[in-house]
């Protein structure tokens, strides 16, 4: 079986500072790890995922996340946050072998002026 | 094209009573999933659809949670009895299940948020 933590429920941060959610998993298996955002007033959608390969993973509005397996962490980064970056952010992780996607309990992002 | 829909988008009823959800996937998925939402908290898998698969159900929280999927159409999720702690956002999800298997990308849509009264 898998879990997933998020180790911070809120974070604020200051427009275009740096910011970095964090995301720990358990798992005797090998995995496929995921970021998706939620924006307000809007449903889910990805953000970037780890499949196998390079294990710096780029995604959509500059965010990248490194898969570190030794320390099993699936970290979220943005150098240069904006305003519209404000979102919930929901870590997921799922079996290679399986279909079944386990998610964090999420980590709300606040950018502020 | 049209994402995932699903209807309505807010229900509030009363303890005891009956509840259907519906879900429409986006055309060609052929994995659908529904999730759970509560307050603060994480997506909680319920359910899982593949084609004409036989669902895994191992989410369902008790016996008076079920869904159905008519192939890869449209899905409802039912709930007899409501409970208060059934209240929670009830999203779905459908990916375009390629050779990737379980590493595709989930389309959700936009949920439905069940309050019990």
């Known amino acids: 079986a898998q879990s997933v933590t998020q180790l911070d429920s809120q974070v604020p941060v200051f427009e275009e500072a740096p910011v970095e959610l964090r995301c720990n998993y358990s798992?005797?298996?090998?995995?496929?790890l995921f970021w998706y955002v939620q924006y307000p007033n809007q449903g889910l959608q990805l953000l970037l995922k780890y499949l196998s390969g390079s294990t710096l993973v780029k995604g959509i509005n500059g965010f990248e996340a490194e898969f570190n397996k030794s320390q099993t962490s699936f970290h979220l980064r943005k150098p240069s946050v904006h305003i519209s970056d404000t979102a919930e952010y929901f870590c997921a992780v799922s079996s290679t072998g399986g279909f079944k996607t386990i998610f964090g309990a999420g980590t709300r992002l606040f950018v502020k002026a | 094209g049209a994402g995932v829909s699903q209807s309505p988008s807010n229900k509030v009823t009363e303890k005891g009573k009956d509840v259907e959800l519906r879900c429409d996937p986006i055309s060609g998925h052929t994995a659908l999933y529904w999730y759970r939402q509560r307050l603060g908290q994480g997506l909680e898998f319920l359910i899982y659809?593949?084609?004409?698969?036989?669902?895994?159900k191992s989410g369902l929280p008790s016996d008076r949670f079920s869904a159905e999927r008519t192939g890869e159409s449209v899905s409802t999720l039912t709930i007899q009895r409501t409970q208060q702690e059934d209240s929670a956002v009830y999203l779905c999800?459908?990916?375009?299940?390629?050779?990737?298997?379980?590493?595709?990308?989930?389309?959700f849509g936009p949920g439905t948020r069940l309050t019990v009264l």
């Open positions: 798992s005797s298996v090998s995995v496929y």
């Open positions: 999800a459908s990916s375009l299940r390629s050779a990737g298997g379980p590493g595709d990308t989930q389309y």
């Open positions: 659809f593949q084609g004409n698969s036989a669902p895994d």
